[in-house]
Structures are given as structure tokens and as C-alpha cells.
């Protein structure tokens, strides 16, 4: 099956900017997730998606940061305006529910550099 | 947060055995462990998870402490496809949080 598939692959912005991520999760998956990893971190839990309703974003700073997903299948997440502190990883997971059980499955992720 | 304590970097040679250790005192009776890893420049990837029995599948082993407050995955014979950061999480019962550490770096030395 084809996996989760993310664009861009690499991205370079200036600070203040404007950009956006796509996910495109594997079929059937009811749950989507967010990551944000800064270099030599482990991924941080941006927002969490079940179907096209937010189940957790409380680590997501909303003042700059969106996300959407709409018919519960693809979706974006937005920055605006970026900061350099936003230079990171940015990784799109999904998986088939919520259950504890549930394994993610990632995509390779958005290589952001914000100058 | 549910918290796991790893070492920062391994090595191992080629074709031996590894051992990745994992502390988790704070674990609650419910928190499955999971383990993921990263090769480089890619997204994490499942590798296995346990609640209290030890568990094997194609890529690992899981070997629990009987106090559940320690982990140990176990790589049978090592390959340089293995080198990666590997990651010990916790998955509570309640809430959705899948909480990784920084992870452990594992060279594999050919």
C-alpha cells in the first residue's frame, strides 16, 4: 500500500513569511497527526486529527500556526508569519483509529529552514 | 508527560547482538511501551510494542521487567540498515499523547 506522502520535501522561506505543508495519509486512516522535530530532538506532537475533527491541539501555537482537514483525508498546516525558530522537520503521521494499539505511520517529512 | 530515560548514543558491531535499554518509572499500569526508530532522513517507523509480556516479531525483541519500570529492545544481529535513533514511548491509557525523547543513536561499526 502506498504510503503517507508529504510536499514539499524542502523549503526555504524568510523569516515572516507565509508557507504550507500537505499530508496525504494512507487510504482509510481515520487519524492524522502533525509532528514538529527540531534537529537532534525527537518529534513533538503538533495537532491530531480524527476524520476531519481536531482531537489535540494543545501544543500547536495557534497566534501563527493552522491546520485543516477537510473531508477527513488530505490536509495542511499552515505558518504564518514564520519565525526562525520554526526551522525544523516537519512530519505527518497517520494511523487506522485511536487506539492505543495503533501503530503511526509517517511520511518523510518537510525540511523547513526559515532565514 | 509520560517520561522515558534513554541512553544518548550506542555502538555495536556488525552482525552482534544489541541491546537498547529504556527506564520508565513513572509507568502506569495501563502505559503500553512502544518503541519507534528513525534512519536518517526519514519519518520514525514502528518497530514493536508490550504491555507486560515479552514480545517478538520479524525486526526486534521486547524484554520487560517484571516491575514494568525498564525495557530493553533487542536487535538479534545487527545490520548497518539498523543504524538509527531509536525511540522508547510510553502510550497512556487516557489522552492521545505519544510523547518521544531524543532517543537513542545506535552506530552499527561494519
Known amino acids: 500500500e502506498a504510503g503517507v506522502a508529504q510536499s514539499p520535501r524542502y523549503k526555504i522561506i524568510e523569516k515572516r513569511q507565509s508557507v504550507a505543508f500537505w499530508c496525504n495519509p494512507i487510504?482509510?486512516?481515520?487519524?492524522l497527526y502533525w509532528y514538529q522535530q527540531i534537529l537532534g530532538q525527537g518529534p513533538k506532537l503538533l495537532i491530531q486529527f480524527q476524520n476531519n475533527g481536531v482531537v489535540d491541539d494543545s501544543q500547536l501555537p495557534k497566534d501563527r500556526f493552522s491546520a485543516e482537514r477537510l473531508k477527513g483525508v488530505d490536509s495542511t498546516l499552515k505558518i504564518q508569519p514564520a519565525k526562525l525558530e520554526d526551522s525544523a522537520v516537519y512530519l505527518c503521521?497517520?494511523?487506522?483509529?485511536?487506539?492505543?494499539?495503533?501503530?503511526?505511520?509517517f511520511g518523510p517529512g518537510t525540511r523547513l529552514t526559515v532565514l | 508527560d509520560a517520561k522515558t530515560t534513554q541512553p544518548n548514543s550506542m555502538e555495536s558491531n556488525e552482525e552482534e547482538p544489541v541491546h537498547l535499554p529504556c527506564n520508565h518509572s513513572t509507568i502506569s499500569g495501563t502505559d503500553y511501551i512502544h518503541w519507534y526508530r528513525q534512519l536518517p532522513s526519514q519519518g520514525p517507523e514502528y518497530v514493536i510494542h508490550g504491555l507486560t509480556s515479552n514480545v517478538n516479531n520479524r525486526m526486534a525483541s521486547l524484554a520487560i521487567a517484571e516491575d514494568r519500570k525498564s525495557s530493553t529492545l533487542i536487535l538479534h544481529r545487527a545490520t548497518l540498515r539498523d543504524a538509527a535513533v531509536y525511540y522508547c514511548?510510553?502510550?497512556?491509557?487516557?489522552?492521545?499523547?505519544?510523547?518521544f525523547g531524543t532517543g537513542t543513536s545506535l552506530t552499527v561499526i561494519p
Open positions: 487510504s482509510g486512516h481515520a487519524t
Open positions: 503521521a497517520s494511523s487506522p483509529g485511536l487506539g492505543l494499539l495503533d501503530t503511526q505511520y
Open positions: 514511548i510510553l502510550r497512556p491509557n487516557t489522552g492521545n499523547q505519544f510523547y
